[in-house]
């Protein structure tokens, strides 16, 4: 069975110091991983996933199949970044989400 | 921007009541999701709809889950009978062709409380 971990529940940095959000999973197949945020009363949203091997708002994201990890990197934190950020895992014979659960992270001034 | 619409925003029932939660998905999207989320833990996979059948569910959608597209633009999940359980927040989500890595773009939810 498919499972997503955020070891960190709570991650608080200050302005400008790098960050990094960890995720590991366990899956017998080839997953698809996703990074998904919910900033403060909004609803949840993509933040970017691992096949398109972008960055957005200055988040990046490597797969290593090796260590099973999808680790969420940012050089340097902006106060705007504060929000919840969920890793995700489809499996390639279907589309359901299996979620972590969770860090929140506040970047302080 | 397209997005998906969930109703009510909140909702206050008894246990045992029926519920009904709607969802507005975007309008060319094929695939139909309800995840929910109780409150201090991880969202949860419910259920995936295409072409009016259920296409996968989890083993938390039992006998009293249902899903329904009652006409061209809803998406309901309907609870016949509520337990303190159920309380939780319910989000909606859909995705265009129902691919594994595409994006699901998800509604607001709706938090629903059972007393």
């Known amino acids: 069975a498919q499972r997503v971990t955020q070891p960190e529940k709570l991650l608080s940095v200050f302005k400008g110091a790098p960050v990094e959000l960890k995720c590991n999973y366990s899956?017998?197949?080839?997953?698809?991983l996703f990074w998904y945020v919910q900033y403060s009363r909004q609803r949840l949203q993509l933040l970017l996933r691992h096949i398109s091997r972008e960055s957005i708002k200055g988040f990046t994201a490597d797969l290593n199949k090796g260590e099973t990890s999808f680790h969420l990197k940012k050089p340097f934190a902006q106060e705007e970044d504060s929000a919840m950020y969920y890793c995700a895992l489809s499996h390639s014979s279907g589309s359901r989400l299996t979620f972590g659960e969770g860090t929140q992270l506040t970047v302080n001034p | 921007e397209p997005e998906v619409t969930q109703t009510p925003s909140h909702q206050v029932t008894q246990m045992g009541q029926e519920v009904i939660l709607r969802c507005v998905p975007i309008?060319?999207?094929?695939?139909f999701y309800w995840y929910r989320q109780i409150l201090g833990q991880k969202v949860e996979f419910l259920v995936s709809?295409?072409?009016?059948?259920?296409?996968?569910k989890s083993e938390i959608f039992d006998d009293q889950f249902s899903v329904e597209r009652p006409d061209g633009s809803n998406f309901t999940l309907k609870i016949r009978s509520t337990k303190l359980e159920d309380s939780a927040m319910y989000f909606c989500?859909?995705?265009?062709?129902?691919?594994?890595?595409?994006?699901?773009?998800f509604g607001p939810g709706t938090r629903l409380l059972v007393l």
């Open positions: 899956y017998s197949g080839s997953p698809e």
């Open positions: 709809f295409y072409n009016n059948e259920i296409s996968e």
């Open positions: 989500a859909s995705s265009e062709w129902g691919w594994s890595q595409e994006t699901q773009y």
């Open positions: 309008s060319n999207h094929l695939y």
